[in-house]
């Protein structure tokens, strides 16, 4: 069965960076693309971007630009997005999704950016 | 950026009841509409993409319908398993934008 298998919890400091992992298996990893979606509560569901697991293309949110970088492994059907330059508000829950439209997702990855 | 308006908010119902819950966006998205479940401390669940196509393994009380800017997620008779929050999300146009949810409790 298709499972996205992401990386435990991270505690971060402002400024710093964090690489979030999320696993495929269960289906050919470069025939769908991962999506990224980040979850707060103030803001609900927001769309990051998404990256084409057989070539590399990226597609991101204007809103994400130059906060979220997607790569993937495609030796371990494995999907990174790298979070950079934390702050507060970057504090959520982050979740991958096979597809451009999310038909599976992780179990998601909170991330809390503290002092 | 297309903005998903998601009624209502907040939607108590009892066991049994024919429920409603509307996505309303800002522009045509020609029917790139999906409707997810999310129960408390899980991932969203896809139930209907492309405004009316029922998900592998989910169960038939739940359908969708919709064109245009309008679209509509309708539960036949509520479950009690059903109490979750539910969000569209468009992909019609890059970013895909969500709804802000509808959080469904059992009257």
């Known amino acids: 069965q298709v499972q996205l298998q992401q990386s435990g919890a991270e505690l971060a400091k402002p400024g710093s960076s964090v690489k979030i992992s999320c696993k495929a298996s269960g289906y050919t990893f470069t025939s769908y693309y991962i999506s990224w979606i980040k979850q707060t509560t103030g803001q609900g569901l927001e769309y990051i971007g998404y990256i084409n697991t057989g070539s590399g293309g990226t597609n991101y949110n204007e809103k994400f630009k130059g906060k979220a970088t997607l790569t993937v492994d495609k030796s371990s059907s494995t999907a990174f997005m790298q979070l950079s330059s934390l702050t507060p508000d970057d504090s959520a829950v982050y979740y991958c999704?096979?597809?451009?439209?999310?038909?599976?997702w992780g179990q998601g990855t909170l991330v809390t950016v503290s002092s | 950026d297309i903005q998903m308006t998601q009624s209502p908010s907040f939607l108590s119902a009892s066991v049994g009841d024919r429920v409603t819950i509307n996505c309303k966006a800002s522009q045509n998205i020609n029917k790139y509409l999906n409707w997810y479940q999310q129960k408390l401390g899980e991932a969203p669940k896809l139930l209907i993409y492309n405004t009316n196509n029922l998900q592998t393994g989910i169960p038939s009380r739940f359908s969708g319908s919709g064109s245009g800017t309008d679209y509509t997620l309708t539960i036949s008779s509520l479950q009690p398993e059903d109490v979750a929050t539910y969000f569209c999300l468009q992909h019609s146009s890059r970013p895909n934008t969500f709804g802000a949810g509808t959080k469904l409790e059992l009257k």
């Open positions: 999704a096979r597809g451009l439209a999310g038909a599976y």
